[in-house]
C-alpha cells in the first residue's frame, strides 16, 4: 500500500467545496481544510504508484475549483 499527502491549490473560496468532494473519494483517508500556501491537505493511498497516480490525475485534479496539486508519497525510514 502507497500512501501520501496531496496538497491542493484552490482557487478563492472553492476550499470548503473542494474538501467535501475530495472527501467522497474512494482512496482519499481524509481532506483537511488549512491556511497558507496550500488551501486543503488530503491524505490518500492506493494499492501501488501507479494506483496512486491514477487517483490523484483522473478523479482530484477533475474536481472543479483546483487550480494545482502535489503529490508527497509517505516513507518509511
Known amino acids: 500500500m502507497v500512501e501520501a499527502y496531496v496538497l491542493i491549490q484552490t482557487e478563492v473560496g472553492k476550499a470548503a467545496q473542494v474538501a467535501e468532494?475530495?472527501?467522497?473519494?474512494?482512496?482519499?483517508?481524509s481532506?483537511?481544510?488549512?491556511?497558507?500556501p496550500y488551501d486543503?491537505?488530503?491524505?490518500?493511498?492506493?494499492?501501488d504508484v501507479d494506483q496512486l497516480g491514477k487517483l490523484v490525475v483522473a478523479k482530484i485534479q477533475a474536481i472543479e475549483?483546483?487550480?494545482?496539486?502535489?503529490?508527497?508519497?509517505?516513507?518509511?525510514?
Open 40 to 47: 486543503v491537505i488530503v491524505k490518500a493511498a492506493a494499492p
Open 21 to 29: 468532494e475530495v472527501r467522497n473519494i474512494s482512496g482519499v483517508d
Open 31 to 36: 481532506a483537511d481544510d488549512v491556511t497558507g
Open 65 to 77: 475549483g483546483i487550480t494545482r496539486t502535489l503529490t508527497c508519497p509517505v516513507v518509511n525510514l
